[in-house]
């Protein structure tokens, strides 16, 4: 039987990387937006399918990327660049990636590519570079755990922080985010 040692700091780092590269804070008001169109958000399913698509994506990615010739460290790169442009985004409150309103709130537009993207994707996978596979689980874990308790609290939270508090959460997260992916970026070129 495989012995696993869980490292509190690193499910600590994964868990904070997740939390800044999903964003769940900061796109309450498209979430508020998306439920006001469709009349209710399927909280469960959300979260099941994040989750779902998080862990397979863990432990299938690397040999999709395989399949076309990539490994790892070029993905994680990549996937710096990703963590970088989403932290401009943050801090500057610009919009650099285009994403399209659905007409409905179902499993695909909220769970994947709002929750799920290819950024949380990519960090995902660029993470089993640094971490350890059991720490980024429980981080993903934990991540998904609070998805759940942000979408069947949206409006309650929109009233506890603000618009000028989800402002503020938002650009703080930025800064964390470009600090990870120059690390990122440093640590799998060897700069």
Request: aromatic share 12%; hydrophobic share 60%.
């Amino acid at each position: 039987m495989p012995y696993f040692k869980f490292s509190f700091n690193e499910i600590i780092s994964v868990t904070m990387i997740l939390f800044g590269i999903i964003d769940i804070l900061g796109v309450i008001p498209v979430i508020i937006q998306l439920r006001n169109k469709a009349g209710h958000i399927q909280s469960e399913k959300a979260s099941f399918a994040v989750l779902v698509l998080m862990i397979v994506f863990l432990f299938v990615g690397e040999q999709l990327l395989g399949v076309i010739g990539l490994d790892v460290s070029s993905f994680a790169i990549a996937g710096s660049f990703v963590i970088f442009f989403i932290a401009m985004e943050m801090i500057l409150g610009i919009n650099l990636f285009k994403e399209e309103m659905p007409e409905s709130v179902s499993i695909v537009p909220l769970a994947f590519p709002l929750i799920a993207g290819s950024g949380t994707l990519t960090t995902v996978l660029s993470l089993k570079s640094q971490y350890a596979t059991q720490d980024i689980v429980v981080g993903i874990i934990v991540n998904v755990v609070f998805v759940y308790f942000v979408l069947k609290n949206t409006f309650r939270l929109e009233k506890l922080f603000g618009k000028a508090g989800l402002n503020v959460l938002r650009n703080a997260f930025g800064v964390i985010l470009l600090a990870i992916a120059i690390k990122l970026f440093r640590s799998n070129t060897g700069l």
